[in-house]
């Protein structure tokens, strides 16, 4: 598991690395993946392939969160926002905290 320090010193410097960690603490399915195997704090990389590969068989709704997540961190997986309708009240929260969060500084 990532250490709660690392975490807190990067959502304090990148409003995409705070999206991205956001939308993994906050997320029942993406927290299970939030560990060192898929995301490198301290060199500023993710896992990307290998988090897609594995959410292959998830439920459209837990993939899009996913492609979210990637989307505001580097564009490298692009969305539909309009697939927003089909998620549940609780993620349509926090797909909107996690965009409020990513541009903020806008």
Known sequence: MISRG???RTINTDPSWAAVLYLFQHHSKLQNYLTDDY?????GFIQIKQLLKLSRPWAKS???ML??????FNGE????????DYLDLNNKRLVMEALKIRFKRV
Do not use: Y
Not at 39 to 43: S, V, W
């Open 6 to 8: 690392n975490i807190d």
């Open 67 to 72: 492609h979210l997540a990637i989307h505001l």
């Open 77 to 84: 997986v692009k969305i539909d926002l309009n697939d927003i």
């Open 62 to 64: 837990e993939q899009f």
């Open 39 to 43: 995301f490198d704090l301290e060199n």
